[in-house]
């Protein structure tokens, strides 16, 4: 079985702290992108959202996760600045439905209602917001590929590379039947793409950063999502 490649993840889903009597603390700046603020609560709401799913516990997440995640904000508002408003690609409930039912397979008793609220209830997150960053997610998705597939030439000779030298020996490791080159063309040409249009992206990326102003201030943040 041919092993695929997705795109960076660059779609899920910010510090100044000020206190209040009796220790309260009101939500607070994190980040500010192209004048687009993002607040803690922003940060801590893509915290859970992310480990949710992706079926990650959030005891397990670390500093650097946590940083992972707001690089990840700070990109996806980037990304969807692009976007022209008339051009908003629309996402269909169909296709939201199917990545939910994905993310449920994660947790025990996946299609019973009560256990999922419980999951949802647990991560203090709710399913609206989950919907919301997969229909995000579908968003940056048709960006990148509209702006980047199309870039993308993959040749013969990497086509026969790649079957050579990392499917051949895959499928000899797993003890799996071997596939013709013409039938595992289309599969590894797509992974190819994939793997180019992440060097692309990568680079998009650091040019809309290059070209933009990002302040970031996580100095005094503490581990809210928790």
């Given amino acids: 079985m041919i092993k695929r490649l997705t795109a960076t993840a660059f779609i899920v889903l910010l510090l100044c702290t000020a206190h209040l009597r009796a220790g309260q603390i009101i939500d607070r700046i994190v980040a500010t992108v192209n004048g687009h603020i993002i607040l803690q609560s922003d940060w801590d709401d893509a915290v859970r959202c992310e480990a949710l799913m992706n079926g990650h516990a959030l005891p397990q997440i670390t500093p650097k996760d946590r940083k992972d995640v707001l690089d990840r904000l700070i990109d996806q508002e980037l990304l969807r600045e692009q976007i022209p408003p008339q051009e908003t690609p629309s996402v269909s409930d169909n296709d939201v439905s199917r990545r939910l039912t994905e993310i449920r ?17 647990q991560y203090r997150v709710s399913e609206q917001q989950i919907k919301d960053r997969i229909v995000l997610q579908n968003q940056l998705l048709w960006l990148v590929n509209s702006h980047l597939r199309g870039e993308v030439q993959i040749d013969q000779k990497s086509i026969e590379s790649y079957y050579n030298q990392d499917l051949l020996p895959q499928l000899d490791q797993s003890g799996s039947k071997q596939i013709p080159l013409a039938k595992a063309t289309p599969q590894i040409k797509e992974i190819l793409t994939q793997r180019k249009m992440n060097e692309l992206l990568i680079a998009w990326l650091q040019n ?13 943040a503490g581990d809210q999502a928790q």
């Avoid at 290059?210 to 005094?220: E, K, L």
């Fill in 105 to 121: 397979k994660f947790y025990d008793k996946a299609s019973d209602s009560q256990a999922w609220a419980k999951t949802l209830t």
């Fill in 208 to 220: 809309l950063r290059a070209g933009s102003q990002i302040v970031t201030n996580t100095s005094s």
